[in-house]
């Protein structure tokens, strides 16, 4: 197995786990074990595995929620030891707070680090990321009236809105109809490439993960570790008709292989 | 390729198919209405079991004794009598008593359901506490405060107090995973989540504790008054007991009752309007 720098062939690295293994105290349960990866600047790359394999372990020792058992995670040249700035953060619910508008909530970030007086100030570029992801009118909603697909939307610009170095992703979509899902992946990528921000993506759906990634890792179960790292050398930009390509369906073939024919989509 | 059906022609003239979902012709009737009925039959029952005497007078009036007397009362407060001057000293109690039961509920609710310590040292104590029967320290606080209001806000402070602490504690335990960890990757402090977030979702299990408590603590201050004397509504309660006047007795609860509804009808509408968000209120109930 190689590093995903060598395999892709293209930025510096900016996420690096080294050797990165998890034992929950609680349970004794080796979520994770042995974990190698390298990001580099502006990739996408997403993790899929069944159930309970440690992806969303992974995710959280990446953003500095609770600490790796052992192993080493590097962010930007620096140690991960604890919630980072330049980590932008989606997990599956939206979680908007339905006491904020749309607007307030976007800016909560900016509001927790720099003051109230910086989060109004940060409305002007709340309101045009609101724009890039259609919810323009929006701005004065509270939550409660907003759809899941809108609620997930504004929680894009929430987690965009400090203009994280790097995006990690907890099936953030896999609550969506399968329509918005497409849309909203496709959104996606077109916000990662405008920004060359670079992204990581926990899901179980293999075309998602095909049609957004450079670099497809494929875990394994008990202890959970990554068992193949597939790259994905379709053109950028990835459109919703590469899906019924050849290509595509051979490498969709191939993971789903990989996978020891476990139950998926 | 696209293929509408034609809004008019072959199935048109088949019309609507609009219909209607049966519902039982009670749950049709207005609410006041159905509520009257039940009013009208309760006190038509109480007006037979007093008319044929199968309960002496002493113990309950008939209906027309209780409403004359309640017109007596009405007049007697409108026109600023000894009843207002006694219902404004409870009024007092108990607005003070709740005053601090939020003070002093609030501020151990937060630090029992924020901190560790709080919930591992002092809410076996609270909980201790919160299974005595808390009227029967009444007769210490008379000892502790006198005879006047100070004893009876106490009393009534210490009973509301617990559902506070329970509501505020239990709230906010009520964050869920998701919430906690998106404050920690914002690199939110403590205060900030407890302030942000925590406190705020909070709020629907903060204010059941205070619908509690809006209840007991007129239990408390009538209590009080029961037991440690004074000039207010339970002093004229007990005094009309006394002397068997029990139409007076009814009229005189059934004010204090409107006391009560008011205090809780005003902690439902700050409810309404602070917690604007939360749509599963009960009509007015406590959960
Ligand atoms: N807080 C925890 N304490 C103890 N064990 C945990 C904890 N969180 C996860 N685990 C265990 O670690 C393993 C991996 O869990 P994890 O949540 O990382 O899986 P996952 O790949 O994200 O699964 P899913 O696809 O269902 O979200 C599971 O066996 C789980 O029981
Ligand atoms: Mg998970």
Redesign the interface.
Known sequence: MQPAAVLTGQGEPVYQLRNVGKTYARNAITALESVNLTLTKGSFSAVIGSSGCGKSTLL?IM???IPPSTGRVVLQNRPVTG???D?G?M???A?L???RTTLENIV??I???DGKAAARAAEVQARALLELVGLKGFEHT?P?ELSGGMAQRASICRMLITEPAVLLLDEPFSALDELTRDFMNMELQRICSSRNATAFLVTHSIPEAVILSDVVYVMKPRPGRIAEVVTIDLPRPRTLDMMTTPKFGQIVEHIRSRLDKEAFI | MTHLEPASGTDADLGDTVWVEETSWLDKVPRAVQMIFVFAVFVLFWDLVTRFGLVSAIILPTPLETFLDLIFVGKNLLSGGYMLAALWITLKEVFYGFLLALAIGFTLGVIVGETAFGERAIMPYLVAIDTMPKVAFAPLFVAWLGFDIDSKVALAAFIATFPIIVGTAAGLHAA?T??R????????TRW?TLV??KL?MALPQIFTGLKIASVGVMAGAITGEFLGGGKGFGELIRTAASQLNTPRVFSLILYLSVVGLTLFALVSYAQRRIV??Q?DRVAGGVE
């Open positions: 959280k953003s500095g929620l919630p980072r700035r980590i953060m997990f599956q619910q979680t707070f339905p006491w909560l970030p509001e927790i680090r509270y409660g | 869920d998701n919430s960890n998106l404050f920690k990757t914002m690199g939110a900030q942000k977030m705020p604007f968000w749509k």
